[in-house]
């Protein structure tokens, strides 16, 4: 079992950073890959980016990639998000998620977190 817990979100102006953070609990967390989705007003949950269990591997989607940067500290258990040069499309709720895999389909997690609102204003 592995529990998942955001934080960091917040309202930004378009050209500014948030970094987001991702706290687990669970013995098993370091088995995992971790990854950020997000969900947009009146849109489906898409993905955002994914790390493997290492931090030695990551893929991001093509809307953030050169934007957003997806890293792990194991010795903390946090995962985070940092994302820069945000767009007001980047608004959306965003969430973590952990799969035994290294896929980018929502179905391919098992636990996920409450999510956090990043608002872009233009």
């Known amino acids: 079992q592995v529990q998942l817990v955001e934080s960091g979100g917040g309202l930004v102006q378009a050209g500014g950073s948030l970094t987001l953070s991702c706290a687990a609990s669970?013995?098993?967390?370091?088995?995992?890959?971790m990854g950020w989705f997000r969900r947009a007003p009146g849109k489906e949950r898409e993905f955002v980016a994914i790390?493997?269990?290492?931090?030695?591997?990551?893929y991001y989607a093509d809307s953030v990639k050169g934007r957003f940067t997806i890293s792990r500290d194991n010795a903390k258990n946090t995962v985070y998000l940092q994302m820069i040069s945000l767009k007001p499309e980047d608004t959306a709720v965003y969430y973590c998620?952990?799969?035994?895999?290294?896929?980018?389909?929502?179905?391919?997690?098992?636990?996920w977190g409450q999510g956090t609102q990043v608002t872009v204003s233009a």
């Open positions: 998620a952990a799969e035994r895999g290294y896929g980018t389909p929502r179905n391919d997690y098992d636990y």
């Open positions: 669970g013995r098993t967390y370091t088995r995992y890959a």
């Open positions: 790390i493997n269990w290492s931090g030695g591997s990551t």
